[in-house]
């Protein structure tokens, strides 16, 4: 018979006192927070006018080269009034006067470390608005893997993947240009999507909520092109303005975004050039 020889009694407490301090560090670690992804915000590169922002639970005036968080805010501007900002996610919006975005969804996936070009997307994002009325000129960044961006009128919706473009939605119709990209428009009763091509224009009615939809694409005629030309250009000067990024105020698992302003003349830190815009010599 094979005799077992428990430990002497003085080892045990160790043991159990290594054990414990083990699980205890689990615990302590398991309750550190992860790390939330930041809120999406914007930024005002350009005001004219009144604008305001309704959050929901207050209505103020938008402040010129202040950062606002985007989802759940609408955007308002007055007769007189013109704006643009640049989203966290790099894409530039231009509000034509008597204009009413909701920002329904605007969520950020973590920054990237160490971004090299400011032209690109610094993380996945989600981007969803209701256009209630008036005109809305986009410059998009070049989006990352698995973004996307649509805007809604009561005609329609239109899913945006990348370029310029310009929206207006009045009472009876949305007309939709596109400069630069890609686009499509959807029948939100059918399902049924339309694609835009460059230099097109798509022309959305519905008689009844209860209808589908009409999509008449034309070609964009050179008057259309000089009307939409200024917010697209607002757009795409206001998303030059500023790129974000991250800082953290010292609480766990809390992260925060900053717009960081890209002065005439200046490099805006290590994140200014492309490695893909250097032109490299090959030494054979």
Known sequence: MKTVTAPPLATRPVRFG?????????????????????????????????????????????????????????????????????????????????????????????????????????????????????????????????????????????????????????????????VEGRLTIRDDLKGVGVPLQVGQQAIITRQAPTLPAMIKLVTLAERDLQLIKDPVDLSTMARRTVYFDVVKPGVPGEERLIPVRVLPGTIPGPNTVSPFRITRTVVR
Do not use: W
């Open 18 to 178: 290594l054990l414990f301090g083990l699980l205890l560090t689990g615990l302590v670690h398991a309750a550190d927070p992860a790390p939330e992804p930041p809120t999406g915000r914007f930024f005002v590169a350009d005001s004219e006018g009144i604008s305001s922002i309704n959050t929901g639970t207050k209505i103020e005036p938008l402040a010129a080269k202040s950062a606002y968080a985007a989802q759940g805010a609408t955007v308002e501007t007055q007769s007189n009034a013109r704006l643009g900002v640049v989203l966290s996610n790099g894409t530039g919006l231009a509000f034509t006067p008597d204009t009413n975005l909701l920002i329904t969804r605007f969520q950020q996936d973590r920054f990237a470390p160490n971004r090299t070009d400011l032209d690109a997307e610094p993380s996945m994002s989600h981007f969803d608005a209701l256009l209630a009325r008036g005109g809305l000129g986009i410059s998009c960044t070049k989006f990352s893997a698995g973004s996307t961006m649509s805007v809604k009128t009561r005609h329609g919706s239109i899913i945006i993947q990348g370029g310029k473009l310009f929206i207006e939605a009045t009472d009876t119709q949305t007309t939709v240009s596109l």
